[in-house]
């Protein structure tokens, strides 16, 4: 059985850092892409960043380059896992934060929700001002 289980969401104000792991199980971690969602209240969800475990290739969203860092143990470790570092975090960023599963790649990091085969529940994450 599939699952991808988020956590490390929180609170935080304006500046602060929160790292974001997602726990992935059930599937060949190291043929798939692991994506990055977001969704804040009463908007659509958008990609933020992905790296593809075949090949290393990362994309971020224009948005948090710079800010934010992807990363994945692409299997060395027993337990499969990508991290998403965030950094000098804005109230903008506030949302609740999604991984995904691409067994295609990350697609040139086009983020499109359609492609993704696997989802988590997500984690809440605020950035207050």
């Known amino acids: 059985e599939v699952h991808l289980v988020e956590s490390g969401g929180g609170v935080v104000q304006t500046g602060g850092s929160l790292r974001l792991s997602c726990v992935a199980s059930?599937?060949?971690?190291?043929?798939?892409?692991i994506g990055w969602f977001r969704q804040a209240p009463g908007k659509e969800r958008e990609g933020v960043s992905c790296i593809d475990n075949s090949d290393g290739h990362i994309y971020y969203k224009d948005s948090v380059k710079g800010r934010f860092t992807i990363s994945s143990d692409n299997g060395k470790n027993a337990v499969n896992t990508v991290t998403l570092q965030m950094s000098s975090l804005k109230p903008e960023d506030t949302a609740i934060y999604y991984c995904?599963?691409?067994?295609?790649?990350?697609?040139?990091?086009?983020?499109?929700?359609?492609?993704?085969?696997?989802w988590g529940q997500g984690t809440q994450v605020t950035v207050s001002s």
């Open positions: 059930g599937f060949a971690f190291g043929d798939y892409a």
């Open positions: 995904a599963a691409d067994r295609v790649g990350c697609q040139r990091g086009l983020f499109n929700m359609a492609w993704y085969d696997y």
